[in-house]
């Protein structure tokens, strides 16, 4: 599967996602193009590390497909857009603990910077 469609399949998911496995999996592939594409993107990368930390509470989930060629920034801008929405949400639901709320909303601090260091 190529990398475009493998992040537009996943925004699609997270939509629909109740336990957080489309969100691993969306950081999973955004992290694939930091070590893919080089040390000009190490900021969104370090960046997504730190969100990825507070989520470890989620399944983990790994996304297969080709590897990045660069001309995927518009795909990944969507896909990081649809995990910022659904840590949002989680954050914002008051069935969850507020520990597993906080760190949902720091997670999501944590993407929008990684989305300000795009190359």
Same mark, same amino acid.
């Given at each position: 599967? /190529?990398?475009?469609? #493998?992040? %537009? $399949?996943?925004?699609?998911?997270?939509?629909? !996602?109740?336990?957080? %496995?489309?969100?691993?999996?969306?950081?999973?592939?955004?992290? @694939?193009?930091?070590? !893919?594409?080089?040390?000009?993107?190490? @900021?969104?990368?370090?960046? =997504?590390?730190?969100?990825? %930390?507070?989520? /470890? !509470?989620?399944? &983990?989930?790994?996304?297969?497909?080709?590897?990045?060629?660069?001309?995927?920034?518009?795909?990944?801008?969507?896909?990081? $857009?649809?995990?910022?929405?659904?840590?949002?949400?989680? #954050?914002?639901?008051?069935?969850?603990? =507020? $520990?597993? @709320?906080?760190?949902?909303? &720091? $997670?999501?601090?944590?993407?929008? @910077?990684?989305?300000?260091?795009?190359?």
């Amino acid at each position: 599967m /190529r990398y475009i469609d #493998a992040a %537009e $399949a996943l925004c699609s998911e997270i939509e629909t !996602d109740s336990v957080g %496995e489309a969100v691993r999996g969306g950081l999973d592939l955004a992290l @694939r193009a930091w070590h !893919d594409l080089g040390p000009a993107w190490d @900021r969104f990368g370090l960046d =997504l590390l730190a969100a990825d %930390e507070f989520l /470890r !509470d989620l399944p &983990a989930t790994v996304v297969e497909c080709d590897v990045p060629d660069g001309s995927e920034r518009g795909a990944l801008v969507r896909l990081l $857009a649809a995990v910022i929405a659904w840590l949002e949400g989680a #954050a914002a639901d008051e069935h969850r603990q =507020l $520990a597993e @709320r906080l760190g949902y909303d &720091a $997670a999501a601090n944590q993407v929008r @910077r990684a989305m300000t260091a795009l190359p």
